[in-house]
């Protein structure tokens, strides 16, 4: 990233530090940044960042989750589905889901240039996501942590959220 582009972050960052809420992709249009970007232009302790080649150990965690939301926001649709991670493997280029869930299908695992941790408040409430950004810096999916019937988070899953976290984090500022 150029001077030029890192002063130009500056007042995403600022922005960010007042209010790290909102909806990600929204703010990254009104600042003309990719959603990764925002992610990153996020207070430190709101977001871990690690390489996409960790994209096999994470989906491997999430099978053991239970069921998660997972979402995929583009310009035209944010669709939401409730299920288990289900088990993968690769093949003829894609990480392909296996199994019994209404999630399923076939993802160009190559193409993740990033994980994100998120842990922030989003309207209002805390959250606990993790987002799996392309090379271009949008994210390719997300994984929410699940709420009760009383809109908290599932502690059990915030318990692994962390755990994955802080070990694939800590790896990867150990490198």
């Not at 995403?12 to 209010?19: G, H, I, K, M, W």
């Not at 990719?34 to 994470?58: C, I, K």
């Not at 929410?144 to 809109?151: E, S, Y």
Request: net charge negative; glycine share 10%.
């Amino acid at each position: 990233m150029s001077a030029t582009e890192a002063s130009g972050l500056v007042p995403l960052a600022e922005r960010l530090a007042r209010s790290p809420d909102g909806i990600l992709e929204r703010i990254a249009a009104e600042y003309g940044v990719s959603t990764r970007d925002v992610v990153s232009a996020l207070p430190a302790e709101f977001r871990t960042l690690v390489g996409g080649d960790r994209f096999d150990d994470v989906m491997t965690d999430l099978q053991e989750w239970g069921e998660v939301l997972f979402i995929v926001h583009t310009s035209d649709i944010v669709l939401e589905c409730v299920g288990r991670i289900p088990p993968g493997s690769v093949g003829h280029g894609f990480y392909n889901l296996h199994g019994d869930s209404p999630i399923g299908g076939h993802i160009r695992y190559e193409g993740c240039d990033a994980i994100a941790f998120v842990s922030r408040p989003f309207m209002g409430r805390a959250s606990c996501s993790v987002q799996f950004f392309n090379k271009a810096g949008e994210a390719m999916f997300k994984v929410f942590v699940r709420r009760d019937a009383a809109r908290n988070l599932l502690p059990g899953q915030i318990a692994k959220f962390e755990a994955l976290r802080e070990r694939l984090g800590s790896a990867a500022a150990a490198a």
